[in-house]
């Protein structure tokens, strides 16, 4: 129901992995129930039917890109739309069972992903270990902690969820990793513009390329709206054939970005909403709002508005 | 005062003139007075000061061009605003005085732009007459009446009116040449949409040219402006200061229309508002209003304001 | 050596997979060694250290979209070009030890993406399977073969490698799904225009995301120059710095596409050349080039050349 | 013949006018032969006709804007280039016969664009003198020096030649008012670039006017060359069909003027070089070129050539 604070909140499992953690850092859900999916869809199908009231579930991360499952959940079937976002420093450390030492480790389990992201570190501190891959950080902790293997890359959550000693954290080689994860929920008003907001679009563009994709940035060059992502999926239909994901400075309620969205109405093939949220701020690193280009502040958009009025009555005065 | 129709114009004199006879196709000018003027700056400032309802001035010759002098009031001082326009064909005759035939002519009076306008007629049919420049059209004609010249080139009012006779007509090197000219008034709501009608702009821009004049087309192309007319005149401070006049299909109470607009005043340094009115129709010439881009009709601009308007009220069905 | 044909070939393993299959396709990979590698960072580091000539890598699938390690790999470190691409339909099977019936088969082992791609079949079909995820579809066979899981979905030609049966054909639920997959080697000349090839970049763009963008794209759109595919990476040093991958239509040698590039050079950060190459033809599908749009055909190159080279001359006859 | 410095100059008379004192200015004029012609089309008519080797028309006005004729016979007929521009400062005069003073004036001859620029001196100094309408500087000074009128407004050179006292000078409203005059020659190699020249254009464009010009205006920003004039004139084909005159930053020896000429040519119905020259300076006034934008000098364009060079030869080093 519109209004209501969720108090049911679904996670990407398993647990122990950073989605956990990201979803804690949200005050609502440290009160609410958490439970565990075992996939994006399965998270998401778990708000569109009911079960839930939000999901949490990875968008992007800075090394690896786009979570392009989410992306595709959430442009297609029933809509849904983001209400929050939360990024999170991405820390891997390599977890053991207590007392094993690093000159013991032969066999470390990791994601892909997460061996990927530690590769220099593997190099120089377990040059001649095995790295076997799991299917999620998770699975890997778990692995260890059942002596399947002998360490595990994972995130700090779940070496603690699983007992496991750590042997060596900040692995990953590039310090400043984070992953951005979404609160999604089932449609509903957005919550309150705070003038530094973030809003999330699925763009359809027909399919000739170069001209179709300058429109679409030309609908927000003129009205000064900011891009502060773009990614590209297939559609499925064939190579070739894509929908834009954009994520806009600005909120829905926003004079500009709704004369933006207007335009992409009118443009593009197709646009979905996929909704307007604060954006994540990082408070201590100077991280701001980017101001409005000169003649594109709110302020100009209304003094455009009030001369069109008076133009419209006659008053040229 | 507004919503009282004109009944005292003035327009640009002298009499006998393609402006007398341009005021005179209005059916209220045909009732009203009509009292001509010296100079395009003199009709206007009879407007200004209320001395009369409406003039009649040219704003352009397919041929000649733009009318300076006209543009440059109409961008300076009291505003006032452009209700109606008048597009007429330039007929020159050759008119002398009763008994004179043709190979006795052998001086012509003509305005410079009326004797560049039939060149080939003249080298043609009287290629040793002297041509004698005069200041208007209507001197020519009075010259010949008074017999200073043989014979003179002009509107076939001011034969007429000067009881000329008349030696040829439709003696122009282009037989297609028209002249526009546009009735003013003072401020006032403006006439009603008609869903063909044409809003006259002047617009100042930035010093950098090819980047600010792009900004201007292109806050017109995103909403499917079409342009009929662009001019450049100088802004009198310097060389390569441009003010640029443009007539852009639409009306100000024109949704896509007063979105461009809005546009245009927050990206120029400034712009002046010279009415919207109805588009000068050729009847029987299969004329007709360009239709909106694909996307850009009234239809779609109105589909895009209610999927907006439900956005932000949350529904996304 | 620039100019000897590649013997040596190593590929995506492991064997058995769509990568073997469409390496296979390939005449001089047919005759030549044929190597799987355990991953893609593998394979190109095998050509990079000489170990190998060329190798067969995916680049994008239709379903799952661009695969982001290889467009990472491509992007870092020395320098690699694609000669050629090879374009495969995804034809998966549902494969069993011999003997095994359909009613039978209680668990399905399947990469996560393949099964992702079969979802509605399997609910059809196997509505109670367990479907196990393992880390590829050679995986899936061999997991099959060990007798691990009754069935697994994987590539025909992994079910024939290891002597499974096809309990079931074209079970993707989108019939039409490819990969798209790139033949990699170390730099030299490119291979000759085609008159229909394709141009792969990695472009890199300042911060500011609009108007940075537009710029590329204005680049191309003055030429005329169409793309067929952007994708965008996360260059790992924070989130909201891309790379964009394209492909552009046209060869490096073509002096419009030249001319192009040359301007992406001046605007971008950073460009790398990933290869000019043929483009993959679906043969009897009526697939053809793109005519270069009006004004933009190499003839309308070389006539504005040989104006400049008048002009400059001063012949202006 | 090209290369041969021309000695037989025409100019737009009558003598004493501002094109003569103009003419002076250059050197080469200043030993040659000066003869003044009745117009702008009978200027360029001999040298068209090699009757003169030169001719000097004004182009353009910073108060009264472009001369239209001289753009009209630039833009028809056979080609000529202009080689040389002249900018002098419009410094008009009060003149009279000797012993006049300035309360018997009550007749000025004048030009009507000399009188609309002293406007606010004449209702100043002589609020009661009628205004007598002439058809150039030239002929207020004769009819002055002849006793028709009291006073001329003239230019300095005009009151010299007709031996009047200066009764005033300095007389014009806009004290910075200046004139811009072009040295037309025949078609002949351009002078050699000077690293701060201009480039002039009459460029046809087609019918939607909005979208052809964006073309227009994109193919100059792309490569970075800027428009210090743009000027729309009828093509005398019908209202609404304009051909826009443009002076661009350099020449057309420079490979990024080279290159935007180029794509005019391809997207535009016609362009027609009107010739490459040194712009005019204003010593003392801190005038000085305007710097190519960042990526678009020389030496990124010749940074790009050779890349590009490399990349075709397969070194990607």
């Not at 590209?232 to 909120?251: I, N």
Request: contains cysteine; hydrophobic residues 45%.
């Amino acid at each position: 129901m519109p209004g209501t604070p969720p108090t049911r909140f679904v996670y990407l499992g398993p647990e122990g992995t950073f989605a956990e953690q990201a979803l804690k850092s949200i005050p609502a859900a440290e009160r609410g129930s958490r439970t565990p999916a075992r996939s994006v869809p399965e998270a998401l199908e778990g708000v569109r039917t009911g079960e839930a009231d939000s999901a949490l579930v990875p968008l992007e991360n800075s090394i690896g890109g786009a979570v392009g499952v989410t992306l595709d959940e959430l442009a297609e079937g029933e809509p849904l739309v983001i209400t929050r976002e939360v990024v999170l420093p991405v820390e891997f450390v390599l977890a053991a069972r207590p007392g094993t030492t690093l000159p013991h480790v032969r066999s470390v389990a990791a994601h892909p992903q997460a061996s990927t992201q530690c590769r220099g570190w593997l190099r120089a501190h377990l040059p001649d270990a095995v790295v076997v891959d799991v299917l999620s950080n998770g699975a890997a902790a778990a692995g260890a902690a059942a002596g399947e293997y002998d360490a595990a890359i994972c995130a700090p959550i779940g070496a603690g969820r699983h007992r496991l000693d750590v042997l060596a954290d900040k692995i990953a080689d590039h310090p400043d990793a984070v992953t951005r994860f979404a609160l999604v929920s089932r449609p509903g008003p957005p919550p309150p513009p705070t003038g530094d907001d973030v809003t999330s679009l699925a763009v359809y563009i027909a399919h000739d390329r170069v001209g179709a994709l300058l429109s679409v940035l030309m609908e927000l060059a003129v009205r000064g709206v900011n891009m502060s992502r773009i990614e590209s999926r297939p559609t499925g239909e064939a190579l070739g054939r894509y929908v834009f994901f954009l994520d806009c400075a600005g909120h829905v309620a926003d004079v500009r970005l709704g004369e933006a969205l207007q335009g992409l109405r009118r443009v593009c093939a197709d646009v979905r909403f996929l909704g307007s949220y604060p954006r994540h701020r990082f408070p201590g690193t100077g991280d701001r709002p980017i101001p409005a280009p000169a003649g594109l502040s709110d302020a100009d958009y209304a003094d455009a508005a009030a001369w069109l009025a008076r133009l419209r009555a006659g008053d040229l005065s």
